[in-house]
């Protein structure tokens, strides 16, 4: 070979693998889903990710790994936090015991319904919690809704805190739950959401609490026939970015990325709103026995002491509680 054809064949080489390759700076990025891909949170995550696709013409190409196949959420948190994944659909529940501002929002009856965490939210108090988040190397860039929960269990349908009593229920990752709920009587196990079904089957726990998509799609409904609303915690979610992910991204792609985040809450709120309506006559129908609980506010009165402790350990986030109750 001469020297010119080997220069040749580099050049043709070179020439075949920038078409192969396309962009020479397309990144992939990895997401991070707990929920089946046809569940609110899927469907409006795969929009996100076509969209931030579509919009920096594949220079971002956001994955989305639906079904919780890359773990539980506080594995996933710490995956975030240090580059391993690049975005994530976090409930704020277990990032409380992270972000201790978060924690705000797994105080029970601190919304008092999903139109106040969406105007708290979607104002500056939302800001708010966006910074403390990006203290701790997670950027917030939209709200999604994940309704109101409530308890179910195998057992019998609660009617007072009294019904809780002997009755031991999976709760998320987060002390602040298991205070809740050995306030109203019950007992608590923090477990992983993949857990919950077996453990409810094989009479580990006797129920769990969540939100009436949730209750569907994990097939708890199938193990625990008793649904009782007692709407006890509005928890948002978000679609939060790596911090070194996002410093590696130019100006111009983070505004596409944020607009599709955006976009996306907006697609996943409305789907959350048709679902959470089709899931609970789902059950309804599979024969779960639904009831109201008969007075409210015994539950938020139990709650009480809650309140109480989690001031006097957190006494700088006791005026965000109140900027939040007054919230109109
Ligand atoms: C769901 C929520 C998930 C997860 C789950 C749980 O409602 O969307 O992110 O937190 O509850 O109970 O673990």
């Known amino acids: 070979m001469t020297v010119m054809s080997i220069l040749r064949a580099g050049a043709a080489i070179g020439v075949v693998t920038g078409i192969l390759a396309g962009p020479a700076a397309a990144e992939t990025w990895r997401g991070w889903n707990i929920h089946p ?69 797994s105080l029970p009856f601190i919304f008092t319904d999903l139109d106040h965490m969406h105007k708290v939210m979607d104002g500056e108090i939302g800001e708010r919690f966006a910074d403390a988040l990006a203290e701790y190397n997670i950027i917030a860039l939209s709200w999604f809704d994940s309704g109101s929960r409530s308890f179910y269990n195998t057992q019998r349908p609660i009617e007072t805190p009294a019904d809780m009593d002997g009755l031991k229920f999976r709760v998320m990752n987060n002390d602040l739950y298991v205070d809740m709920v050995d306030q109203l009587g019950g007992n608590a196990t923090p477990m992983a959401y993949s857990e919950v079904y077996q453990s409810l089957r094989t009479g580990v726990i006797d129920g769990a609490e969540n939100n009436w998509p949730s209750f569907d799609s994990s097939n708890h409904f199938e193990v625990a026939q008793y649904y009782s609303i007692t709407n006890h915690l509005i928890i948002p979610e978000c679609i939060c970015i790596s911090a070194q992910t996002w410093e590696n991204t130019s100006d111009e792609d983070k505004e596409i990325v944020r607009q599709a985040a955006v976009e996306a809450a907006e697609e996943q709120r409305q789907l959350w709103a048709e679902r959470s309506e089709q899931s609970r006559q789902k059950v309804e129908e599979a024969g779960v026995a639904v009831n109201e609980v008969q007075d409210p506010a015994a539950f938020q009165e139990a709650m009480q002491p809650v309140y109480d402790a989690f001031v006097e350990e957190n006494p700088e986030l006791e005026s965000l509680v109140s900027d939040i109750q007054e919230t109109k």
């Open 37 to 105: 891909e046809d569940y609110p949170n899927g469907v409006a995550l795969d929009s996100f990710a076509e969209a931030v696709a579509e919009g920096t013409e594949g220079r971002i190409e956001p994955e989305v790994y639906h079904n919780g196949v890359l773990g539980a959420q506080p594995d996933a948190i710490e995956q975030l936090r240090t580059g391993g994944l690049d975005f994530a659909n976090f409930n704020m529940g277990p990032m409380g015991q992270i972000v201790p501002e978060t924690n705000v929002l």
